[in-house]
């Protein structure tokens, strides 16, 4: 049976990452493919993308992606778009040792596209349409369904860094908080599925999250320990980072 590995919302979390590759490799994953926000908030944003370039399909343009390659949009916190100036500083090429790989890896974030269509699989950043926005509720998503999925049945997203599905059967939405490692099948007429944070989970869990697809049409949350400590540790060092950056990761928000 094929196995498709989808991750989300990395953030510069080495750690994580690592964790999650391990548990992948554990799964006999084919393919891996990144919803986006691969940079931005943690500490490694460079070994992250060696990484992703490396060993993933593609990488969708998340917003924090964007804010570091392009503009800073008005609506980032301050938190975030300091968070965003550092990661530039630390990928943007300059004339030094590394310069060659520094610009691979600036053209690589620079590429990355804003959504992928899988046959009827919908892959996107925050929504189809737009990788600022929040699908979080029922309402949100009745307009990605009624609005923005085209002839997809699947849409999978990242962004909230909260792990959920919604489902649309006669035109009713339904909402379902996923449980780790249960496997779940999509009987409804369309499914919105948010994979979750493998570098950033805010859904009260500290583990990273990442979804495993399977060829019968099932999937399944997984859930997985990674070294806090060293990540946060890292971040504290950094004067560029913010120490809440570091604080959170132990609490999952």
């Not at 799964?27 to 490694?44: A, E, F």
């Not at 804010?67 to 968070?83: E, G, H, Q, S, W």
């Not at 909260?162 to 249960?182: A, L, N, R, S």
């Amino acid at each position: 049976m094929s196995r498709i590995a989808i991750v989300s919302d990395i953030h510069s979390n080495l750690e994580a990452l690592v964790a999650v590759m391990r548990d992948i490799e554990a799964k006999r994953v084919k393919k891996i493919y990144c919803l986006g926000d691969l940079i931005g908030y943690g500490p490694n944003p460079n070994e992250v993308i060696d990484i992703a370039r490396d060993n993933f399909e593609f990488v969708i343009k998340g917003n924090h992606d964007e804010a570091v390659a392009y503009k800073i949009p008005k609506r980032f916190k301050r938190l975030a778009a300091k968070a965003a100036f550092w990661t530039r500083r630390e990928i943007k090429p300059r004339k030094r040792p590394g310069y060659r790989e520094q610009r691979v890896r600036w053209q690589f974030v620079h590429k990355m596209p804003r959504s992928e269509q899988l046959g009827t699989w919908l892959m996107a950043h925050g929504c189809p349409t737009s990788n600022l926005e929040y699908i979080h509720d029922n309402e949100t998503a009745l307009q990605v369904f009624a609005n923005e999925m085209g002839g997809s049945r699947i849409c999978f997203l990242g962004h909230t860094h909260v792990p959920g599905i919604f489902t649309m059967d006669g035109g009713e939405v339904h909402y379902m908080e996923p449980q780790d490692g249960k496997r779940y099948a999509v009987t409804a007429e369309r499914a919105i599925i948010n994979v979750g944070s493998v570098g950033q989970p805010r859904d009260g869990d500290p583990r990273a999250c990442w979804v495993l697809a399977r060829s019968d049409g099932t999937f399944s949350f997984r859930r997985v320990k990674y070294n806090v400590d060293a990540v946060a540790e890292r971040i504290y060092r950094e004067k560029g980072l913010h120490t809440s950056l570091g604080d959170r990761l132990f609490v999952g928000e």
